[in-house]
């Protein structure tokens, strides 16, 4: 078939396409299955490249590090060579086993300590959970990266009783509980699975989140970005280009939604998601007081439609 009459078969069946749809779908199936499969793929690529989580297995245990600057240059620190980085033995607080236990860590600080330009980091996770760090939050509790627990073989970070915490496990020494005066959430600084690090200014990390039309907002929706960014962040993507991680497929502007015109479900789900959807992967909020939830809220009806 030359290049007219191809072009005159798929605008043939283009157009068979818009006729049956709707109402003769089965039939037309057959006839445009071939043609509709290769654009779909297309049209998957870029979704199966941003996918949710990571599959653990193609993971290979070293340590992926992405700069802001150039998110094109990957670059991987092999998991031996980040023991020549400045490990030390610490005894780490497992909260899963509600243990202290002799672990090898490697200060985030260190990592961040080559790049004097950055003060900020991502930590993304396989499951698609992701946690941010700022200068500020490193120099007052010097997280780490725990490459090692204690009696277990290089890398193998499962302990009985903990969900598989490797390729790593980020944590610093304090012990706070959720809604302590100092971090609200302080599990959100405590993510497992971590593969891969993204390191960068505060404003490249979260930058379109300070930018108009986030930029004229008064203090309590700035508080409400303040929580935004040290939790709901964590699993709520900021679709197209902003940060978040993948935890939910409720993107931002899904979350904001529900923030303008369902004021009281908003409310109700934060503080205990459950109720509405009692297979929730959302966690209860119940440390949150209504102003806090208001706050975010405030946050969030400043995200465009
Ligand atoms: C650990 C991950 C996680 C964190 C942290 C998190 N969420 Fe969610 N959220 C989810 C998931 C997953 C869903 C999708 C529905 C489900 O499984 O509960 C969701 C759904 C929602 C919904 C939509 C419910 C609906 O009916 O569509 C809202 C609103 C929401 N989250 C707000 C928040 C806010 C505000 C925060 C921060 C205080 C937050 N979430 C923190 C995981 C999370």
């Not at 009783?161 to 599990?187: C, H, N, R, V, W």
């Not at 209860?284 to 995200?303: G, N, W």
Request: with cysteine; glycine share 6%; proline share 7%.
């Amino acid at each position: 078939m030359n290049f007219c009459g191809a072009l005159v078969c798929t605008m043939l069946s283009g157009g068979m396409l818009s006729i049956h749809l709707f109402n003769r779908l089965r039939r037309v199936r057959a006839f445009v299955f071939p043609l509709l499969l290769p654009s779909l793929l297309v049209l998957l690529l870029p979704v199966s490249v941003q996918a949710a989580y990571v599959d653990k297995a193609d993971l290979t245990g070293d340590l992926i590090v992405e700069l802001a600057s150039d998110p094109a240059q990957d670059f991987v620190i092999q998991r031996d060579a980040l023991y020549d980085m400045g490990v030390k033995t610490e005894a780490v607080y497992i909260p899963y086993l509600k243990k202290t236990i002799q672990c090898t860590v490697l200060p985030l600080a260190a990592i961040l300590d080559a790049y004097p330009e950055f003060d900020a980091a991502f930590a993304y996770c396989y499951d698609g959970y992701m946690s941010y760090y700022t200068s500020e939050f490193i120099a007052e509790y010097d997280p780490y990266v725990v490459l090692d627990l204690e009696g277990n073989e290089r890398g193998d970070m499962q302990l009985e009783g903990t969900p598989d915490m490797g390729p790593f496990y980020i944590t610093f020494a304090k012990q706070l509980t959720a809604g302590s005066e100092e971090i609200l959430d302080p599990a959100n600084k405590r993510p497992f699975g971590v593969y891969k690090l993204k390191l960068g200014s505060q404003e490249s990390l979260v930058g379109p989140l300070f930018e108009a039309p986030f930029d004229t907002m008064d203090a309590n929706a700035q508080a409400g970005r303040e929580i935004w960014m040290n939790n709901c962040m964590s699993c709520h993507s900021w679709d197209p280009v902003g940060p978040g991680g993948n935890l939910s497929n409720r993107i931002v502007k899904i979350v904001s939604m529900h923030a303008k015109y369902n004021k009281q479900y908003f409310h109700d789900f934060v503080k205990d998601p459950q109720v509405t959807m009692p297979d929730s992967k959302m966690p209860k909020h119940p440390h949150y007081s209504d102003e806090t939830i208001e706050q975010i809220r405030q946050f969030l009806t400043h995200v465009p439609n």
